[in-house]
């Protein structure tokens, strides 16, 4: 298993989930990414300035770019993810504890 940092940038910086106009678009990707929790393939995801950070696993680089072909932010066309492959991890054995 393969551990990726998931940062997705707006191709705007007008665009945000906050606009009611999006309400519906942050609807269908909180839903994505409880998907993607319940799987097993997304640990963590937010916002940050002008996108979305997060942390995932996945077999391959190739298997998590086609999950999130999936996004409905992929789909609106509105964010570039970039997945960078975090080798050698070191994981704590209070991680659970870490984001309580």
Avoid at 26 to 48: P, Q, T, V
Avoid at 80 to 94: D, W
């Amino acid at each position: 298993m393969k551990y990726y940092v998931i940062e997705g940038k707006f191709k705007t910086f007008q665009f945000s989930l906050e606009n009611e106009e999006n309400s519906e678009l942050r609807k269908e990707f909180e839903n994505f990414l409880k998907k993607g929790m319940e799987d097993g393939h997304i640990l963590i995801m937010g916002g940050r300035a002008h996108g979305v950070l997060g942390i995932g696993k996945g077999e391959h680089l190739d298997d998590m770019l086609q999950k999130f072909e999936e996004d409905p932010l992929t789909l609106a066309d509105v964010v570039e993810y970039r997945m960078v492959e975090i080798e050698e991890p070191v994981i704590s054995k209070t991680a659970e504890q870490f984001f309580k």
